[in-house]
Nanobody, 121 residues
Framework: EVQLQASGGGLVQAGGSLRLSCAAS????????IGWFRQAPGKEREGVSC????????YYADSVKGRFTISSDNAKNTFYLQMNNLKPNDTAVYYCAVDPAPPCSSPVEYWGQGTLVTVSS
């Protein structure tokens, strides 16, 4: 059974940084794509950043390129989203995901619970 536990959200001022973590179990990282999605109030859930399952190619939404970095630590069964230079419009509930549709979209096979990121101006 795949289980995902996201953490690391919080309140931060614009320009600040946060690192989200997703502790995972029940699957082999290299066999599946993994990633992060977010849903802002009143908006649809969107793919933020993903790593593909085989060649481990990374994808970033245009809105976060140059500011966010996705990574994984297979030994710890954990993947991360380092978010720098945060902006108010990054405010959203962030979800970790396993086996999203390429390059980083729905449908997603497995979702973690969300973690709220709030960026104040």
């Amino acid at each position: 059974e795949v289980q995902l536990q996201a953490s690391g959200g919080g309140l931060v001022q614009a320009g600040g940084s946060l690192r989200l973590s997703c502790a995972a179990s029940g699957f082999t990282f290299d066999d599946y794509a993994i990633g992060w999605f977010r849903q802002a109030p009143g908006k649809e859930r969107e793919g933020v950043s993903c790593i593909s399952g085989s060649v481990r190619r990374t994808y970033y939404a245009d809105s976060v390129k140059g500011r966010f970095t996705i990574s994984s630590d297979n030994a710890k069964n954990t993947f991360y989203l380092q978010m720098n230079n945060l902006k108010p419009n990054d405010t959203a509930v962030y979800y970790c995901a396993v086996d999203p549709a390429p390059p980083c979209s729905s449908p997603v096979e497995y979702w973690g619970q969300g973690t709220l990121v709030t960026v104040s101006s």
